[in-house]
């Protein structure tokens, strides 16, 4: 079988990461940091907005069940392409809206499902789309954050609400659960 991978940063990772643990097709997920200016950076580091990384999701996933392009337009659905280095009250750099490509046809797609995505959001589309670079993988602790912390308030209040369109606007992208 062969695999892709995908790098996105669409505001904190673990609404993200939650999301695309239930999509077919995504063989894994994991939440970590790539885009900035310094190396093994931790996540107090991150959270200080001055390491220029972003929090992503770095999903690899098998094409012949889900397409990237499917996998773009679930990113622009369930996180504000519109609010530039923003999502909700999370603010700053880390936070920002992201497509990281690791081929020239991602690249390519990914600007046609943007300029897609343009007709359908009121307001200008600000998600940067750039080479992927380094990526580091994030502290265990918020690998599978929201499948272990379902009740904890930012998942209860934030992540949940964004799963559940996830089921409600894409049931037949659903899959089996990928622990």
Known sequence: MATETVTLGG????????????????????????????????????????????????????PDLISYRQLLVIFFTIHDPTTLNRQGNDAGTQYRSVIYFHTPQQQEIAKRVIAEMAQ?????????????????????????????????????????????KLRKTFPELLGQDHG
């Open 11 to 62: 505001g904190c990772f673990w609404c993200l990461e939650a999301v695309y643990q239930e999509v077919k097709g995504v063989l894994q997920v994991e939440s970590g940091y790539t885009g900035g200016k310094i190396d093994n950076p931790d996540y107090e580091q991150v959270c200080s907005g001055t390491t220029g990384h972003a929090e992503v999701v770095r999903l690899t996933f098998d």
């Open 120 to 164: 359908v959001w009121d307001a200008p589309i600000v998600t940067e789309l750039s080479p992927a670079t380094t990526y580091y993988k994030a502290e265990a602790y918020h690998q599978n954050y929201f499948r272990n912390n379902p009740n904890q308030g930012y998942c209860a209040f934030v992540v949940a609400p964004k799963v559940a």
